[in-house]
């Protein structure tokens, strides 16, 4: 599973990158709960928990329904 999320973060990653940002894997819980590290611009933006919800944790659901949860490390 670690090699189909890094693929979708992948995807992701450049949108992040166009504001000064960027996602970092951190694990992957036998629960299906990703948890990843926002960088650079993202790491102190106000709009993170938003990134965060309805940016990554909808990709990664949407293609690879093992995930069941994104969440901060």
Same mark, same amino acid.
């Given at each position: 599973?670690?090699?189909?999320?890094? /693929?979708?973060?992948?995807? =992701?990653? %450049?949108?992040?990158?166009?504001?000064?940002?960027?996602? @970092?894997?951190?694990? =992957?819980?036998?629960?299906? &709960?990703? #948890? &990843?590290?926002?960088?650079?611009?993202?790491?102190?933006? %106000?709009?993170?928990?938003? /990134?965060?919800?309805?940016? =990554? @944790? #909808? &990709?990664?659901?949407? @293609? =690879? %329904?093992?995930?069941?949860?994104? @969440? %901060?490390?």
């Amino acid at each position: 599973m670690k090699d189909k999320v890094l /693929t979708v973060l992948d995807k =992701i990653r %450049p949108a992040l990158q166009r504001d000064g940002g960027d996602v @970092e894997l951190v694990d =992957i819980s036998e629960d299906g &709960v990703v #948890k &990843v590290r926002l960088q650079g611009a993202c790491a102190g933006c %106000p709009m993170s928990q938003m /990134t965060l919800r309805n940016g =990554i @944790e #909808k &990709v990664l659901k949407q @293609e =690879i %329904p093992e995930v069941k949860a994104v @969440e %901060p490390a």
